[in-house]
């Protein structure tokens, strides 16, 4: 008793009874450790194969009273096709992994280069963060084209991951997702003009349409409404493809001169990667050849 209340305690339990509960303590923490470790077995190895392009493609659920709820525009809602494509820009810039990701209504599918090693290729990983990265760009960015409308609820995206292993593959893969468009934009805007100009209602719109294929749509909203399809916008006709491309430009620069106290500004032309909008054809082969390094070679 008299020894624990001198300082030479401080020395005894260095040498003595701290050293011994510390030992105690390390073994009794590797035992824990090596314990319950095990669960870490029940994880399934989900690595996405290599040499195969990895699309994550994203669709917003329930989006059909989403945009009901936050009137949304019909057929189509520049507002929210541009919060769509700043969502997904927000995920490249992110993830320069991305050489190409297309949006078309309420998804976006991002394409990753082949050879990308981002999260050791893991699929959840790979399609959690684009998930999450999307759905927090949108929240972010909603006043930036909806103004002072309140965002009423958090949107939901769901996602899923798809290898694609030729570039033949993948361009069928983007072409059947930009026909979708085409087929899902002809219809609505026959709809909502049927609807919004023709006073007929929803239902009456819809068993107008049954049966039709494009080539009646086309000619109902031609004879009917004096609307050449052919003049639609490209963003809604086309979708949207977002690409890296380089742009040259001018910043200025501060530098001393030699022998001299004082700074001159100097310009300077600088070349930087930054992800560019096109709303265009991505079936045919002109766009292909003239962004020819977005695919890579099948032989590599």
């Avoid at 209340?5 to 339990?13: D, E, N, R, S, V």
């Avoid at 709820?69 to 507002?79: A, G, L, M, S, V």
């Avoid at 934009?185 to 349409?209: H, I, K, P």
Wanted: aromatic content about 12%; proline content about 2%; glycine content about 4%.
């Amino acid at each position: 008793m008299l020894i624990a209340k001198t300082p030479i305690f401080a020395g005894c339990l260095r040498f003595g009874v701290v050293n011994v509960r510390r030992v105690r303590f390390s073994v009794s923490s590797n035992m824990a450790k090596s314990k319950f470790e095990y669960v870490r077995n029940f994880e399934t190895d989900d690595t996405c194969l290599r040499n195969c392009y990895i699309v994550v493609r994203l669709d917003g659920r329930n989006f059909h009273r989403f945009s009901e709820q936050h009137n949304f525009t019909k057929p189509n809602d520049n507002r929210a096709l541009g919060l769509m494509s700043r969502s997904a820009r927000s995920v490249m810039e992110d993830m320069e992994d991305v050489v190409i990701a297309y949006g078309q209504s309420d998804e976006f599918s991002f394409v990753f280069k082949r050879n990308s090693t981002l999260f050791r290729r893991r699929a959840s990983k790979l399609m959690t963060h684009v998930t999450s990265q999307f759905s927090s760009s949108y929240v972010f960015y909603w006043r930036e084209f909806f103004g002072e409308q309140p965002l009423l609820y958090p949107p939901s995206f769901d996602g899923r991951v798809v290898l694609y292993p030729t570039n033949h593959n993948l361009r069928d893969y983007l072409s059947w997702r930009q026909a979708d468009c085409h087929f899902n934009n002809l219809y609505n805007t026959v709809f909502w003009t049927l609807v919004q100009t023709g006073g007929l209602s929803t239902a009456q719109a819809e068993d107008r349409l049954k049966g039709t294929v494009a080539a009646d749509k086309n000619e109902i909203l031609f004879s009917e409404f004096n609307i050449n399809y052919n003049n639609e916008s490209a963003l809604h006709k086309k979708g949207t493809t977002l690409i890296w491309t380089k742009q040259n430009e001018t910043v200025t620069k501060c530098i001393k001169v030699s022998n001299e106290e004082e700074e001159k500004e100097v310009s300077v032309i600088r070349s930087r990667r930054r992800v560019q909008a096109h709303y265009c054809d991505i079936i045919g082969e002109q766009f292909w050849d003239e962004h020819p390094d977005i695919l890579e070679d099948d032989a590599h």
